[in-house]
C-alpha cells in the first residue's frame, strides 16, 4: 500500500484506509489501556505513596520512594525476589533439558507419535488449579499416593509432608509440579524448532562420518537457538509471573520458603491491606518482566 | 525361512541400546505425565473407605460413581462450570471480533504508528497480574461491576487481545494483497475484503486464536478469584477452591469436579491439536 492510495476515498464510507484503520484499532486499544495500562500506572502511582486501606484515617500521603527502600530492607521481600528468580532459573533449566530430550524423542518417526504429543499436551493445557489439587492430593502426608510408593520401594520409611515437613522438601515438589505443566510447552516449542532444520545438515554430516553426539552438538543446538531463545524467554516471564500453581499448592509455605513475589505482593495487598507497599513490590516485579518482554518481543519479530 | 531372517534381522536392526533407552525414556516421560490423571480419575471413583485406605489401590474396586452425582445435585459446582463457559464463550467472541479488526488494522490499513502500539500492548500484556490487579478491581467496583460476568469478559478479553492482534496480524501478512488489490477495483471496500478474502483464507489461525482464548480464559484464577464473591457468579476455578472446607478437605469431590471441568479441555486438545501447536509455537517458527 503506497502512499498515494492513502488519500483515496473509499465508495460508500468516506473514509480513507488509514481513517478506517484508526476506527478499527481504536477500540482494541482503548479496552486495553483501560484495563491493563491505566490500572499499571495507578499501581506506580499507589506505589509512591502510603495508602493502608485498614487504616483510613491516615489518607494517601506522597511518600516517594520510601515504599522500595523499606522494601529493600525487609528480609521477606528479600527472601520472595530470590525465591522468585531460583525457582524461574532452576525450574526453566531442567523444563529445558528435558523437554529437548522429549523433543528429540517426537522428532522421530514411530507409529505412536501423534498420541505422544497429544498425551504431552494435555498437562500443558489443565487449569492450574486443578494441577495444584491434583498434586496435594498425590502428595498427601497420609494417604498420598506419592507417599506409598516411597514407603513401597523403600526411599522412605514412612510417609511425610512433602509440601510441609521442610524447604527444601517444598522446592523439590513443586518443582515435580512445575516439569510437569510446563514441560509441555518446551517440548512442543523445541519439536517445531527441530522440524525447521533441514535433513540435508544430517545427510551431509553422516557423510562426513560425524555421529549422533557431534551432530547433536554440531548441528541441533546451533539450529535451534532462536527456538530455544524464544522459549527461556516466555517460559522465564511466565515463571516470574506465576501465581496460581503455588497459591494452591502451597501458599508461600511451610513458612516463606515457597513464597515468590506474586504471593508475597498479593499478600501484601489482599491481606495486609498495605497497597503502598503491595505496589511498590509489585512494580519491582513488572520492571523484570518489561525487561525480559522487551527482549522477547524483538525476538519473535525480527524473524520475518 | 526367509520371514525369520527378515524378522532377526529386523529385531538386529532395532533392537539396539539407543532405541531401548528411547524406549523406555518415551515410557518414563508418558507414565510421568499420564499417572495424575490416571490418579485423578481413579481417585473420584472410589468409595469413601478406599479413599483413606493406606496404602491405597492402584486399582479401585469396587466403582463408585455417587460423587459425579452429589457434585451435580447437591453443590452450586454445576452453577461455577456454567459461568465459566458463558465468561469463556463471550470472551473469545468479543476478543476474535475486536482482534480480527485491529489486526487487519495493522496488517493493511496504514495505521500510523500500528507497530508500535502492537509492541506496547504486547510488553503490557506480558505485566505481572499482581501489577494491575489492585487499582483494575477499583475500576470494576466504581463501574458497578465487581463481582460480575461482565468484569471477567472485559479483563479476559483485554488480557487475550495483545497476543491475538500479534498472531492474526502476522498470519494476515502472509496473504498476498494482490486478491485484495483486484477487489477493490470490483468496487470492494477494505471491510468486504476483510470478510470476503481475508477472513476465508485465515480459517485455521482463527481457529488456533479461538483454541487459545478459550483455554486461557477457562483455565484463569487469579482474576476470578479476586473479583468474584458470590457462588451465584463464580467460575470453575474458584468454585473448586472453595470445595475445601477448613478441616476436611473433600479429595473424592474435588477429583470428580475436576474430572468434569477437564474432560473438555482434554477432548479440545485431542481434536484440535494441530490449531494448539500453531498457537504455541507461533513465536518460534518465524523464519
Keep these: 500500500?503506497?502512499?498515494?492510495?492513502?488519500?483515496?476515498?473509499?465508495?460508500?464510507?468516506?473514509?480513507?484506509?488509514?481513517?478506517?484503520?484508526?476506527?478499527?484499532?481504536?477500540?482494541?486499544?482503548?479496552?486495553?489501556?483501560?484495563?491493563?495500562?491505566?490500572?499499571?500506572?495507578?499501581?506506580?502511582?499507589?506505589?509512591?505513596?502510603?495508602?493502608?486501606?485498614?487504616?483510613?484515617?491516615?489518607?494517601?500521603?506522597?511518600?516517594?520512594?520510601?515504599?522500595?527502600?523499606?522494601?529493600?530492607?525487609t528480609e521477606r521481600f528479600l527472601n520472595s525476589i530470590m525465591l522468585t528468580f531460583l525457582f524461574a532459573i532452576t525450574f526453566v533449566a531442567l523444563q529445558l533439558v528435558l523437554g529437548l530430550a522429549i523433543a528429540q524423542v517426537l522428532n522421530m518417526k514411530f507409529k505412536l507419535r501423534a498420541l505422544v504429543r497429544a498425551a504431552i499436551l494435555i498437562p500443558w493445557a489443565m487449569a492450574l488449579v486443578i494441577t495444584a489439587i491434583l498434586w496435594q492430593w498425590m502428595y498427601n502426608a497420609v494417604f498420598g499416593v506419592i507417599n506409598a510408593m516411597f514407603v513401597g520401594i523403600g526411599v522412605l520409611k514412612s510417609p511425610i509432608d512433602f509440601l510441609?515437613?521442610?524447604?527444601?522438601?517444598?522446592?523439590?515438589?513443586?518443582?515435580?509440579?512445575?516439569?510437569?505443566?510446563?514441560?509441555?510447552f518446551m517440548a512442543i516449542i523445541l519439536l517445531a524448532g527441530l522440524q525447521g532444520i533441514p535433513t540435508e545438515l544430517y545427510e551431509a554430516a553422516k557423510i562426513d562420518g560425524a555421529g549422533r553426539w557431534v551432530a547433536l552438538w554440531r548441528i541441533t543446538i546451533p539450529q535451534l537457538k532462536h527456538a530455544v531463545l524464544v522459549a527461556l524467554l516466555f517460559r522465564s516471564i511466565d515463571a516470574i509471573r506465576a501465581f496460581d500453581l503455588l497459591f494452591v499448592l502451597t501458599q508461600g509455605g511451610p513458612g516463606t520458603s515457597t513464597e515468590v513475589a506474586s504471593l508475597y505482593s498479593y499478600k501484601l495487598l489482599f491481606t495486609f491491606l498495605d497497597f503502598g507497599r503491595g505496589s511498590a513490590s509489585a512494580m519491582v516485579m513488572a520492571v523484570i518482566t518489561i525487561a525480559l518482554a522487551v527482549v522477547y518481543i524483538k525476538v519473535i519479530s525480527t524473524k520475518d | 525361512m526367509a520371514a525369520a531372517t527378515g524378522f532377526r534381522y529386523w529385531i538386529r536392526k532395532r533392537l539396539n541400546p539407543f532405541n531401548l533407552l528411547v524406549v523406555f525414556f518415551c515410557l518414563a516421560f508418558m507414565a510421568f505425565f499420564l499417572f495424575p490423571f490416571y490418579w485423578q480419575l481413579t481417585t473420584a471413583v472410589r468409595t469413601s473407605a478406599n479413599l483413606t485406605r493406606i496404602p491405597p489401590q492402584m486399582f479401585p474396586n469396587p466403582i463408585d460413581l455417587h460423587r459425579f452425582i452429589y457434585i451435580f445435585q447437591g453443590t452450586t459446582f454445576p452453577v461455577s462450570i456454567r459461568n465459566s463457559l458463558i465468561i469463556a464463550v463471550f470472551t473469545t467472541a468479543i476478543c476474535l471480533s475486536f482482534s480480527v479488526l485491529s489486526s487487519y488494522a495493522i496488517a493493511r490499513l496504514n495505521v500510523p504508528g500500528s507497530k508500535v502500539i502492537l509492541f506496547i500492548v504486547l510488553v503490557i500484556s506480558m505485566l505481572p497480574g499482581v501489577s494491575i490487579i489492585g487499582p483494575l478491581y477499583l475500576v470494576f467496583k466504581n463501574a458497578g461491576i465487581i463481582n460480575t460476568r461482565l468484569c471477567l469478559v472485559i479483563a479476559y478479553t483485554a488480557f487475550f487481545l495483545p497476543f491475538a492482534m500479534w498472531f492474526l496480524s502476522s498470519f494476515f501478512r502472509t496473504i498476498p494483497p494482490d486478491l485484495e488489490e483486484a477487489a477493490t477495483i470490483d468496487g470492494c471496500t477494505p471491510l468486504q475484503a476483510l470478510v470476503k478474502i481475508i477472513l476465508p483464507l485465515s480459517t485455521p489461525a482463527v481457529f488456533t486464536i479461538l483454541m487459545m482464548i478459550f483455554i486461557n480464559s477457562w483455565n484463569e484464577f487469579l482474576f476470578a478469584f479476586t473479583f468474584t464473591s458470590s457462588d451465584q457468579i463464580r467460575t470453575y476455578p474458584v468454585g473448586l477452591i472453595m470445595?475445601?472446607?477448613?478441616?476436611?478437605?473433600?479429595?473424592g469431590d474435588l477429583c470428580a469436579g475436576s474430572v468434569v471441568v477437564a474432560t473438555p479441555i482434554v477432548l479440545l486438545v485431542l481434536l484440535a491439536q494441530r490449531y494448539i501447536i500453531q498457537g504455541l509455537t507461533a513465536g518460534a517458527m518465524k523464519g
Design chain 1, 1 to 73: 500500500m503506497t502512499a498515494p492510495r492513502r488519500r483515496v476515498r473509499i465508495k460508500g464510507q468516506g473514509l480513507s484506509r488509514t481513517e478506517l484503520g484508526i476506527v478499527l484499532i481504536v477500540p482494541s486499544v482503548l479496552l486495553i489501556a483501560l484495563v491493563s495500562v491505566y490500572p499499571f500506572i495507578r499501581t506506580l502511582w499507589n506505589s509512591l505513596h502510603s495508602i493502608r486501606l485498614n487504616v483510613p484515617a491516615m489518607g494517601q500521603p506522597f511518600v516517594g520512594f520510601k515504599n522500595y527502600v523499606t522494601l529493600f530492607g
Design chain 1, 164 to 184: 510441609g515437613v521442610s524447604g527444601l522438601s517444598a522446592y523439590f515438589s513443586v518443582m515435580a509440579v512445575e516439569l510437569w505443566q510446563n514441560t509441555p
Design chain 2, 243 to 251: 470445595f475445601r472446607g477448613l478441616w476436611n478437605v473433600p479429595w
